[in-house]
């Protein structure tokens, strides 16, 4: 019997050692060494699988590779110093010279940066479409497309993209169909079961889910990562032993971290829709979402970020960033520690008015990523700052 997520998440471990340990032990080395001649030729032409230096594999590397692919379904994997790291390899791998890419119109404000200010240099072209607007991405299609793009939920607007459809869409026209899986987590939503060819995310966020490390990570088939690791080796955005051995060791807690970063959000969205300060809460698994069908269909709970919008526009918004006291003013998400951003002046401010408002970001809105202190004390700061 293949265990379970939690099980894999636990027991999936690098050899010991001599010594025996039970924790899988830190390899801080750049290289490893050769027995002889023979060995080293062996291992250089890649008839014998071992590791040679950490820009190509590591132990701790590899161990966070073999968890993540489990989880997600997935052959195997890349990983990357970060998050952004893995989404440039991805792409830089696979895409060509004016080649065209579809994409969801709300996507990571850095991932937005490459296809805006870096992909034109190779006279790449991306076309987008908003959350609602399936039925429009098949016209999207050029002779030169190569892939689909997608992040669900989305970052800030927490929309739900159906990738079960986007899958088929792909699949029917050759497509790859590629998803950042980072706001879900592999633990509650799995998009390769949905016709994903690449899964990425950001390791920074809920995988590390304590604020301490950057990484990222790709996984798919074989065949695909196996292109994709020979551009990540001669380029260099590898993940550090260390950052691995730290990620490695917060997935054995990932399931029950992301149970209580859900049950959290889930009552502190509730409580915030009874607010009459309040315009508008979202999250995915209150009834009132849009898409709250779909987000039931695939994903396990709701996730960790709630957006709600304040009455009283910017300076609502402002008003409300200065009063909070416990929860954190910060850049990150998916922390044990509750944070709050104000997106319109922040993470999205690159962003014109127009296309703020395209991607669902108001002067009012307030990104809120809930943490895992008690929902009674980050309630009351919420309600503090908002009614004061
Ligand atoms: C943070 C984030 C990234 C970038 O990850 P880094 O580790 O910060 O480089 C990419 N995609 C999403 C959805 C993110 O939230």
Known sequence: MIPKFETQAIRTQTEQSQFQEHSSPLYLTSSFVFEDAEEMRASFSEEKERNIYSRFSNPNTSEFIQKVSQMEGAEDGVAFSSGMGAVFGTFATFLNAGDHLISARAVFGSTHSLFT??????????????????????????????????????????????????????????????????????YLQTPIQFGADL?????????????????????????LIRELYLFARNTGASLSPFNAWVLSKSLETLSVRVDRHCENALILAQKLEQLEEINW?????????????????QMKQGGTIVSFELKGGV????????KIQLCSLSANLGDSRTIVTHPSSTTHSKLSTADQLAVGITGGMIRLSVGLEHQEDIWNDLIQAITQ
């Open 281 to 297: 809460v979202k999250y995915p698994f209150l009834p009132s979402h849009p898409q709250y069908e779909l987000a039931q269909k």
């Open 117 to 186: 200010k870096y992909f034109p240099k190779w006279n790449i072209e991306t076309s987008y479409f908003a959350v609602d607007q399936l039925d429009a991405v098949e016209d999207l299609i050029q002779e030169n497309t190569r892939c689909i793009y997608v992040e669900s939920p989305t970052n800030p607007g927490v929309d739900i993209l159906d990738l079960e459809a986007l899958g088929k869409i792909a699949k029917k026209h050759k497509l790859f169909f590629i998803v950042d899986n980072c706001f879900a987590t592999p």
């Open 199 to 223: 899964v990425i995310h950001s390791a920074t966020k809920l995988m590390d889910g304590q604020g301490r490390v950057l990484g990222g990570i790709t996984v798919g088939k074989k065949e």
């Open 315 to 322: 300076e609502a918004g402002r008003n409300f960033i200065n």
